[in-house]
């Protein structure tokens, strides 16, 4: 079996593992030590020697005993762990039950704030690296360290069994998973900073977490609406940009690149989401990018059922960043005017102060109302604005353009 083969399955049974090894020990900290170690040992033998017939066990066996080992060298606890080594670990022993969705719910722990809980699930669930997600979001590996320790602290004096929740509270931690990874998605989609637009291996990550979920709660429709907007979203990966890596706009992409098979997949999960009982923000999200993905050209887009679709998200989930896109939608379908109507309606909100994303969607307005002085003020302000580069260089491209 190849390297990179290898590679995608440690990453699968990553989360596993830890999840039996923490349900069996409960300590979290040392437990996910000790997994690293096994999945560090594997990645050295098993390209060379063949993967094991049961690598799940394999794995839960070494890390067993990597545990076993920091637990004899403790000295304050050396009698309750000689007798935790007494009991030697086979790979029968391996419980047949994935606890992946326990140990991700136990990531979002409702006590970290979101940066926290992105950071803890990157490292214990995806499985990568402090230096890794320390590079993707552009820290010092010494603060990404710090800020996963804490968590993992805040997370332990909270006391939270390592146990599914019931009922509305389940309900409830749902919806704090998703947001995660939807963050984690975003993150990957459009880097918030830095010299490149997309950072693949984070979106890809968050699209594996999420196929997990799924596959736990098939029968989930905000599940599944997640799950296709990352697909939907991410099947323009190829397209967003130039091999220069300057941005590409939507309207100016060559549709006939995108990833076909992401779009039908996704398709399909957004009719099967939107069948059921409830209606969630991230299915209508969904339904949004599959109206986008139908339009074979950008001037075949149906912008009233894009509106529509908006307008019923501004009501179940009322967020700035909705009303910006609606804003744009509104102007496809009435002029605009209209859309920089609804955009003064932004101008009083804290968190759009000063935003890229209201500078550049209104100047892309006032552009198409003829008023180009406007349009290269709001440009020059809304690049100022971006820590990202490659959306620098293209707002700052739109400013020369209708200056000339």
């Given at each position: 079996?190849?390297?990179?083969?290898?590679?995608?399955?440690?990453?699968?049974?990553?989360?596993?593992?830890?999840?039996?090894?923490?349900?069996?020990?409960?300590r979290?900290?040392?437990?996910?030590?000790?997994?690293?170690?096994?999945?560090?040992a594997?990645?050295?033998?098993?390209?060379?020697?063949?993967?094991?017939?049961?690598?799940?066990?394999?794995?839960?066996?070494?890390?067993?005993?990597?545990?076993i080992?920091?637990?004899?060298?403790?000295?304050?606890?050396?009698?309750?762990?000689?007798?935790?080594?007494?009991?030697?670990?086979?790979?029968?022993?391996?419980?047949?039950?994935?606890?992946?969705?326990?140990?991700?719910?136990?990531?979002?722990?409702?006590?970290?704030?979101?940066?926290?809980?992105v950071a803890?699930?990157?490292?214990?669930?995806?499985?990568l690296?402090?230096?890794?997600?320390?590079?993707?979001?552009?820290?010092?590996?010494?603060?990404?360290?710090?800020?996963?320790s804490?968590?993992?602290?805040?997370?332990?004096?909270?006391?939270?069994?390592?146990?599914?929740?019931?009922?509305?509270?389940?309900?409830?931690?749902?919806r704090?998973?998703?947001?995660?990874?939807?963050?984690?998605?975003?993150?990957?989609?459009?880097?918030?900073?830095?010299?490149?637009?997309?950072?693949?291996?984070?979106?890809?990550?968050?699209?594996?977490l999420?196929?997990?979920?799924?596959?736990?709660?098939?029968?989930?429709?905000?599940?599944?609406g997640?799950?296709?907007?990352?697909?939907l979203?991410?099947?323009?990966?190829e397209?967003?940009?130039?091999?220069?890596?300057?941005?590409?706009?939507?309207?100016?992409?060559?549709?006939?690149k995108?990833?076909?098979?992401?779009?039908?997949?996704?398709?399909?999960?957004?009719?099967?989401?939107?069948?059921?009982?409830a209606?969630?923000?991230y299915?209508?999200?969904?339904?949004?990018?599959?109206?986008?993905?139908?339009?074979?050209?950008a001037?075949?887009t149906?912008?009233?059922?894009?509106?529509a679709l908006?307008?019923?998200?501004?009501?179940?989930?009322?967020?700035p960043?909705?009303?910006?896109?609606?804003?744009?939608?509104?102007?496809?379908?009435?002029?605009?005017a209209?859309?920089?109507?609804l955009?003064?309606?932004?101008?009083?909100?804290?968190?759009?102060?000063?935003?890229?994303?209201?500078?550049?969607?209104?100047?892309?307005?006032?552009?198409?109302?003829?008023d180009?002085?406007?349009?290269?003020?709001?440009?020059?302000?809304?690049?100022?604005?971006?820590a990202?580069?490659?959306?620098?260089?293209?707002?700052?491209?739109?400013?020369?353009?209708?200056?000339?």
């Amino acid at each position: 079996m190849t390297a990179p083969v290898v590679e995608d399955l440690l990453r699968e049974l990553t989360p596993q593992v830890l999840g039996a090894l923490v349900r069996r020990h409960g300590r979290c900290e040392g437990c996910e030590d000790a997994v690293q170690e096994a999945v560090l040992a594997a990645a050295v033998q098993w390209p060379a020697e063949g993967v094991p017939d049961n690598p799940r066990g394999w794995l839960l066996t070494v890390a067993s005993r990597r545990l076993i080992d920091q637990m004899r060298s403790d000295h304050a606890r050396r009698e309750r762990e000689s007798a935790t080594a007494a009991v030697e670990v086979t790979p029968e022993d391996v419980p047949d039950t994935d606890d992946t969705l326990v140990l991700l719910f136990l990531c979002c722990h409702p006590t970290l704030t979101a940066a926290s809980q992105v950071a803890l699930t990157l490292r214990a669930v995806g499985g990568l690296t402090t230096a890794e997600i320390a590079r993707a979001f552009l820290v010092p590996e010494a603060t990404m360290a710090a800020r996963i320790s804490r968590a993992k602290q805040r997370v332990k004096a909270a006391g939270s069994s390592f146990s599914l929740p019931d009922g509305a509270e389940l309900q409830e931690r749902l919806r704090v998973v998703l947001h995660v990874l939807y963050l984690i998605f975003n993150e990957g989609y459009t880097a918030s900073s830095g010299s490149e637009l997309h950072r693949a291996d984070l979106a890809n990550e968050a699209i594996r977490l999420t196929r997990m979920v799924h596959a736990q709660l098939p029968e989930d429709g905000e599940v599944a609406g997640l799950l296709a907007l990352m697909l939907l979203t991410h099947a323009r990966r190829e397209v967003r940009t130039t091999p220069g890596g300057d941005l590409v706009p939507l309207d100016e992409q060559d549709r006939t690149k995108w990833d076909r098979g992401l779009i039908d997949e996704g398709v399909g999960l957004v009719k099967a989401a939107l069948a059921g009982p409830a209606l969630g923000p991230y299915q209508l999200q969904a339904a949004i990018a599959a109206t986008h993905a139908d339009a074979a050209t950008a001037e075949e887009t149906d912008w009233p059922q894009v509106h529509a679709l908006y307008l019923i998200l501004e009501r179940i989930a009322p967020n700035p960043m909705v009303t910006l896109n609606r804003a744009i939608a509104l102007a496809e379908t009435e002029g605009p005017a209209a859309g920089l109507a609804l955009l003064s309606t932004l101008d009083g909100d804290e968190r759009m102060a000063g935003h890229h994303r209201l500078l550049s969607v209104r100047a892309h307005l006032l552009e198409k109302t003829g008023d180009t002085a406007g349009a290269y003020e709001h440009y020059r302000r809304a690049a100022k604005s971006t820590a990202s580069m490659a959306e620098q260089r293209y707002l700052e491209s739109r400013a020369s353009r209708v200056r000339a």
